[in-house]
């Protein structure tokens, strides 16, 4: 364990010190995980039409609910977290945002102490503009007066949009509000969208290390949508910029891909697969967004895959290097934690296959870093069997069906 810490250490200094700091509220030390309302609920305010998809104080605390009896917890899972159209329209006489009436009727502390009480998360979200990306009411201008709101709520997490702001003001923005809650005096993680609006609306590069020193995570790229070709560019855009964003990413600030479409039965199971690998592979936050009563048990078991949740959770946090070996076909590779003295890490392989017909792979392992000279043990992470130990300096085939992935944990023995 001390070896860890030291090598740790030694990243840290080596990668961070001589450019920039990194924001110390203790937070996000391995990627959040946890379920947030947007991805499947999105704006859902209207609940008399649809009593089914409706984002109220029953259904969040039916998420706790389902956390704590169904093993999600025990898995990891921990932050709940609220998305854009909680509040009523209009502030209070103080200028307080104020939960919706009808659908959050005993409110957000009410709400807070139900998901604390069973030893969960409770995460929000505001706007940085006039209002949010909803038409609710944003914090401009009330940056003090919210993160104090959320601090008096007892919130553990805040994701901040930045919808409607030009650009000087976005570039303020987020360095302000995280200003504001770090005054609050209450740790809460902050998840910003900040170099998503940058590139995608400004139409200019970020500048990640000025992002780094105030965000515990920040969105890169398109917010996902529960269909596979979203999934699928937003794979594409990491698989381009893994190499360039990566050296931001680690623990306590963490590139994020969006959430995880896993449990909206959208997927079929080897893209739900393909999903759910490569977010862990990243070191991702894994937020999934779904009904809780409609997750299969295919994809409730995929969730709680406690060999790949272990890859995604690595204390290192390092994001795998994707190898493009043909058309269609990248071999990502990540060094984790077990190591066998401070030398010899354990590695994890994703070979994804995005083409319409299988291919055969042979996966050398010396040429991605493996380097003992003794045998690795070849875990498959989704039957978590073992298959085999193996040489780094042997070579191994491996069959990928069409739009699926393999993936393979070897640890040094
Ligand atoms: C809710 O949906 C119903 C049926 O589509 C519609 O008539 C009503 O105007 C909606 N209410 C609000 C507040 O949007
Ligand atoms: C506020 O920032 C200081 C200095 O970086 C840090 O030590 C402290 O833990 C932060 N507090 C909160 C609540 O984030
Ligand atoms: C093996 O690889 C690790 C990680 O890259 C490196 O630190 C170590 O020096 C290498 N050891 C040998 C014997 O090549
Ligand atoms: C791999 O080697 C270990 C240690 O020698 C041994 O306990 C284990 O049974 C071997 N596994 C396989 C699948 O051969």
Not at 41 to 69: G, H, K, Q, T, W
Not at 282 to 301: G, H, N, W, Y
Not at 377 to 394: H, I, P, Q, R, W
Request: aromatic share 14%; glycine share 6%.
């Amino acid at each position: 364990m001390v070896s860890y810490g030291i090598l740790f250490l030694g990243l840290f200094i080596l990668f961070f010190t001589n450019e920039v700091c990194l924001l110390e509220n203790g937070l996000a030390k391995t990627p959040p995980m946890g379920w947030m309302s947007w991805g499947y609920y999105m704006c859902a305010d209207n609940c008399s039409a649809n009593p089914d998809r409706c984002l109220n104080e029953e259904l969040i605390m039916s998420v706790a609910d389902a956390f704590y009896n169904e093993g999600y917890q025990e898995a990891g899972y921990e932050y709940i977290i609220i998305d854009d159209c909680w509040s009523e329209r209009q502030r209070d006489e103080k200028g307080r945002l104020v939960p919706d009436h009808k659908r959050f009727p005993r409110g957000m502390k009410f709400l807070a102490d139900y998901i604390h009480g069973k030893g969960l998360k409770f995460g929000m979200y505001l706007n940085i503009a006039v209002d949010t990306c909803m038409r609710y009411p944003g914090s401009r201008g009330h940056f003090r007066v919210d993160t104090k709101s959320l601090a008096e709520w007892d919130v553990d997490y805040v994701k901040v949009d930045g919808c409607f702001v030009e650009e000087e003001y976005l570039d303020i923005a987020y360095i302000k509000l995280g200003h504001y809650l770090n005054k609050t005096g209450r740790p809460m993680v902050y998840s910003c969208s900040w170099p998503y609006y940058k590139k995608y609306i400004h139409k200019h590069e970020p500048v990640y290390s000025q992002i780094v020193p105030i965000c515990n995570m920040w969105r890169n790229y398109h917010d996902v949508a529960v269909k596979w070709g979203h999934v699928r560019y937003i794979y594409k855009f990491y698989e381009g910029m893994a190499t360039e964003i990566g050296k931001y990413h680690g623990p306590g600030h963490w590139n994020d891909p969006d959430m995880l479409i896993v449990g909206t039965n959208a997927l079929s199971p080897n893209q739900n697969r393909i999903q759910m690998s490569i977010w862990a592979m990243l070191s991702a936050p894994l937020i999934f967004s779904c009904d809780m009563k409609q997750v299969t048990a295919d994809e409730r078991r995929l969730l709680q895959n406690l060999q790949l949740i272990a890859v995604a959770q690595d204390p290192l946090g390092r994001m795998a290097t994707p190898h493009k070996i043909q058309r269609d076909v990248t071999i990502w590779v990540k060094l984790h934690l077990p190591s066998k003295g401070d030398m010899f890490y354990s590695y994890s392989f994703a070979i994804v296959n995005l083409g319409t017909t299988s291919v055969s792979v042979t996966l050398r392992p010396r040429r991605y870093g493996l380097n003992s000279t003794d045998d690795y043990t070849v875990m498959d992470v989704f039957s978590g069997n073992m298959l085999k130990n193996m040489s780094a300096y042997a070579s191994m085939e491996v069959i990928v069906p069409p739009e699926d992935v393999i993936m393979y944990s070897l640890f040094p023995l």
